[in-house]
């Protein structure tokens, strides 16, 4: 009899559940703007975020110059100060607003653009692109 009720439960495949889960993976942030930030850093500064240039008042990482807050500010409605941008991370909030505006497959654009002297551009896009190359 017993042997009876097991060859029915087999036949109708009435086993003890499997091990049948589910993992959900978090998947790491996409960042397009990476390697530019890299580069950037790595010739404005060396990647020093306490950086500052007298000759130009510059600061932070990005070495952001006053005039490109006073317009962050104008264009977002924030209060940021030059002393501000030694916060690496509020510093990319500055760069991330200028990179976004022109999107993220556009690189040399983008490194022109922040540049801010277009007299200097090409200079200053052959140093990032050079390191861009590197990484």
Known sequence: MTTTIITILLCFNLYAPGNSSMVI???????????????????????????????????????????????YNKRTGSHYTLNDMYDYYEAE????YYADRIGPYDFERMIRNWNGKWSLADDYYAKVKKVLLSL
């Open 25 to 71: 993976v978090e998947s790491k942030p996409i960042r397009p703007y990476e390697r530019l930030i890299h580069a950037i850093g790595k010739v404005e500064c060396n990647l020093d975020t306490l950086a500052y240039n007298p000759i130009e008042m510059a600061t932070g990482y990005y070495q952001i110059r006053p005039i490109r807050i006073v317009d």
């Open 93 to 96: 909030k500055v760069f991330l």
